[in-house]
C-alpha cells in the first residue's frame, strides 16, 4: 500500500526572501523550487544527480536539488541562479564571463554550471585550470564543447581573485 502524503510547514529564505510554505513531505527540492516558487532558472534535466543542471546554494554550498527534498531547506538558506547577481541587478563575475566567452548556447547546463563556480571559486581562491576542469566535469553540457565554459571560468577565477 502505498505511503500517504505528509504535509509538512517549513520556513527558509530563497534568494534573500523569507518564505514559509506548506511542502508535501516527498516533493523533490529541484520541483518545489520550479514548480511550487517559480524559480525556473534552475533546469531539470536527468533527475539522478548526473547532469548537474538542476545545481543550487544550500546555506552556500552547491548541491544538486534533484537528489534533496523539499523539507531539507527548512531553516536553510537557499539561493538560485535568479538570486546570483549582485543585487539582483548586474550579471556577476562569473555571469559576465560566460557572457564574454560565449560560454553557453542553448543555456540548460548553464545555471547549475555558474551555481557551482559560484560556490567553488570563491572557496578556492587560487584553483588550477585542472581543478577548474575537475570540477566542471561534473557538468554536462550537449553544445558547446566545454572550451568556451573553461575559458570563462578560468577569467572568473582571476578577477575573484584580483577583487575585480
Ligand atoms: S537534474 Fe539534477 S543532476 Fe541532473
Ligand atoms: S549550452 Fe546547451 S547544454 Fe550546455
Redesign the pocket.
Known amino acids: 500500500m502505498p505511503k500517504a502524503i505528509k504535509k509538512k510547514y517549513i520556513s527558509f529564505i530563497l534568494n534573500g526572501v523569507n518564505y514559509e510554505e506548506e511542502v508535501d513531505d516527498r516533493i523533490l527540492l529541484s520541483d518545489f523550487i520550479r514548480i511550487n516558487l517559480g524559480m525556473t532558472g534552475t533546469n531539470i534535466g536527468c533527475e539522478h544527480g548526473i547532469c548537474g543542471?538542476c545545481t543550487i546554494h544550500i546555506n552556500g554550498r552547491a548541491v544538486r536539488s534533484c537528489l534533496s527534498l523539499a523539507v531539507e531547506i527548512d531553516n536553510c538558506k537557499v539561493s538560485t541562479i535568479e538570486g546570483i547577481s549582485k543585487k539582483n541587478q548586474n550579471l556577476s563575475i562569473i555571469q559576465k564571463n560566460f557572457k564574454q566567452y560565449f560560454a553557453?548556447?542553448?543555456?540548460?547546463?548553464?545555471p547549475g554550471?555558474i551555481m557551482t563556480l559560484s560556490d567553488y571559486l570563491y572557496r578556492n581562491k587560487n584553483a588550477s585550470e585542472k581543478q577548474i576542469k575537475d570540477v566542471i566535469s561534473g557538468h554536462?553540457?550537449?553544445?558547446?564543447g566545454y572550451s568556451s565554459?573553461i575559458k570563462a571560468a578560468i577569467q572568473s577565477a582571476k578577477e575573484i581573485n584580483n577583487n575585480v
Open positions: 543542471s553557453l548556447q542553448c543555456g540548460f547546463c548553464t554550471i554536462l553540457c550537449r553544445c558547446t565554459i
